[in-house]
DNA sequence: TTGTAAGCGTTATCAT
DNA sequence: ATGATAACGCTTACAA
């Protein structure tokens, strides 16, 4: 069954091409009858609009991108999970579609940023959605400027203060440390991947006079780190009381081995999380976390896009971290 | 900074807009020296051929789209999550881009099919992933043939043959049901949300002599019913020694319940999961699980998708479950 | 190897 | 309210 064109089909039914676009199109100038009657034809007589040529002639995509650095590596990426979720709910019956770019640091990434380059200038979007976190990021934002496309950055980034939906993660680690501190913990450590200078600067804030106690341990981001993370602290700081863990992946795996090892959380070691992935509760002891509300931040942007499109102005949004507790501190 | 169009670039540049696209499409017929002048010169006057007079030229679309049906209701799907994964990394570089398309069961399923069958038969998509497991997933592939796109189906589809990969829910818990038998548990229940029929009676099979000790629960897929049905089998089965969930999310609430209840697990009741989700191993104990493999099979179906769309042909794949030994059971 | 020009299927402008 | 037709920006015969 060969496929109907605009032309084809409005001769069949006998109106102008135009009418036929006026039909589909909500301009108004139509008599409603006719508007049925095509609508009707349509469906009977199969025919759907080509939607390229329609992006053709009047220049616009319904599709929105959400970029975002590949930190995790292997594993599945439940932080950004959770913002395409966000994402996804907010933009469901908007008739905006949502197209995900993952984007990988170091290496590949110039080949990426490149393709994803090209698509965005040549019109492929409409609108981009911009998790903040790597030099590519910012090289994304710089792209759809250029290209003119609506777009939002979540996260926090140097020299962006319009369009954000953003978070502080030094405020929320601070409100970990300053737990740790009024439930008289005495020899903090902290476990952090990469990236997160932010984190541990708010920690230390919030450890206030215990500060000088911290101990930092820098692996990677997954499960396995965090364990390692347990064995090296048990070896060599064996007076370590409490942890934040830069992510609840990295705690899941430092709770696993103190378990272990038969140490008892939180009542020998404290340990606090962040980002409270919805896995968290499922742990044991259930996990305390600091939240980012990664849903919750994923829905807003996606909204302050919708505005955009809709030709409205919007300001910045900040949503503040919460300490969620459960009985892992 | 008005966009170029090949019009103004070639005649700016001095050749013909023939050249120019021959330039920008790997067609042979040019000279390498002109080939490699234009994309120079591309670079450096910011020309970038528009994608939808690209499209409309030559009709295709760089795009697939993953559909899956919403399950999980508010929560993440993880489910999804670890297949969407496996999608990306196999598109990755693929020139691909991947757009994901949930669809709510029931009450607003209607709309939001019809929405995706206009944009699929508009020509929006070059290649479609459908994830089996309610009655939209089948009206989709309809779409699929009707509007001549490449697919590929994950998961059991009934007069579906061709076109999958495919599991086998059935022989995953058969497994789980021998090996309840095989360690000499005699009093088994099955926790399940909506739509595993294959489950049930995949494990009825494998527990074979003690089948007709089977307890049934079906409340809902969430963390919450996982912890509801523990409470309920306290309270009526206190004889249970065995449970098989229909997934890790219901299979970490039944944990969470029973430990708060101080039943000790896998001693008093060996607790198998459904899916294998990565958090599995976070848990405490670790949890053991019918493992599908998602990441491995999203994988597989991009890559399907993709000999698809270069022309060749395929032939159906099916993933084997597997039984993840860990400490729940 | 390069240029010319005819599509590709809409939308939008201008008549009617 | 409807119809004719000129864009929209590219690809691809066909000619040179």
Redesign the interface.
């Known amino acids: 069954m060969k496929k109907l064109n605009i032309k084809e089909f409005s001769s069949i039914i006998g109106v102008s091409t135009a009418t036929v676009s006026r039909a589909f199109n909500a301009s108004g100038r139509i008599n409603e009858k006719t508007r049925r009657y095509i609508i009707e034809k349509a469906g009977e007589l199969?025919y759907?609009?080509?939607?390229?040529?329609?992006?053709?002639s009047s220049?616009r995509?319904n599709?929105a991108g959400l970029f975002y650095p590949l930190l995790a590596g292997e594993?599945?990426?439940?932080f950004i999970?959770?913002i395409?979720?966000g994402v996804?709910s907010a933009l469901?019956?908007s008739?905006i579609?949502?197209?995900?770019?993952?984007f990988?640091a170091r290496a590949?990434a110039e080949?990426?940023l490149e393709?994803y380059r090209?698509?965005v200038?040549?019109?492929?979007l409409g609108a981009m959605i911009i998790v903040a976190g790597s030099a590519e990021s910012v090289e994304l934002v710089k792209v759809a400027r250029?290209a003119e496309v609506p777009y939002v950055v979540i996260g926090h980034m140097s020299g962006e203060t319009r369009y954000t939906v953003s978070f502080d993660n030094g405020q929320g680690a601070r409100l970990a440390g300053k737990f740790f501190v009024r439930t008289g913990r005495r020899f903090p450590a902290y476990i952090g991947g990469h990236l997160d200078k932010r984190k541990k600067l708010g920690f230390l804030e919030g450890l206030g006079e215990i500060s000088d106690k911290l101990t930092i341990h820098s692996g990677g981001d997954a499960?396995i780190h965090g364990a390692n993370a347990f064995r090296e602290l048990r070896a060599n700081r064996p007076e370590t009381d409490c942890v934040l863990c830069a992510n609840d992946?990295l705690a899941?795996?430092f709770?696993?081995a103190a378990?272990e090892s038969g140490a008892t959380i939180p009542e020998d070691i404290a340990v606090i999380g962040f980002d409270d992935?919805?896995?968290a509760?499922?742990?044991?002891p259930?996990l305390s976390s600091v939240s980012l509300k990664l849903?919750h931040i994923g829905l807003s942007a996606a909204r302050q896009i919708l505005k955009l499109l809709d030709g409205n102005d919007i300001t910045p949004e900040f949503v503040e971290c919460e300490l969620i507790f459960r009985d892992s501190a």
Do not use: C, W
Not at 97 to 102: A, N, W
């Open positions: 199969g759907h609009a080509n939607i390229h040529a329609r992006n053709l220049p995509s599709i594993q599945p990426d439940y999970n959770e395409q979720q996804q469901m019956d008739g579609l949502l197209q995900v770019h993952p990988p590949d080949l990426t393709t090209t698509y200038l040549s019109g492929g250029e499960f992946v899941a795996g709770i696993k378990q992935l919805s896995f509760r499922y742990l044991t259930a849903n």
